[in-house]
């Protein structure tokens, strides 16, 4: 069975800066991706960021240039480090992962790697509050 725990969320004032980790365990498939979610109360949970077992990372466009995506394989641990925060960043953030998952199947298929029903296993979130 796979678990993520997510950590890291706090208050930040804007232009501030955070470094997510979900801890991931059990994730054994030769083929995976794992990915950042977050959602605001009364909207739809939103595709942040996406990496598969290669590397190969996709971001929504509302966080290119601010927001890394990285992976620890020997730690098995997931990392979203946040720059330059703004105000419309708060909301939990939420691990999920998916497998079997690549990112070139994705591409050649056309398709959003960043959809939520994609994906298995989700953490339970962490918030990020991001004062201007």
């Known amino acids: 069975q796979v678990q993520l725990q997510e950590s890291g969320g706090g208050s930040v004032q804007a232009g501030g800066s955070l470094r997510l980790s979900c801890a991931a365990s059990g994730l054994t498939a030769s083929s995976y991706c794992m990915a950042w979610f977050r959602q605001v109360p009364g909207k739809e949970r939103e595709g942040v960021a996406v990496?598969?077992?290669?590397?190969?990372?996709s971001y929504a466009d509302s966080v290119k240039g601010r927001f890394t995506i990285s992976q620890d394989n020997a730690k098995n641990t997931l990392y979203l480090q946040m720059n330059s925060l703004k105000s419309e960043d708060t909301a939990m953030y939420y691990c999920a992962a998916d497998w079997p998952c690549d990112m070139t199947s994705f591409r050649a298929l056309g398709m959003n790697p960043l959809r939520q029903s994609e994906y298995i296993s989700w953490g339970q979130g962490t918030q990020v509050t991001v004062s201007s």
């Open positions: 990496i598969d077992r290669d590397d190969k990372k």
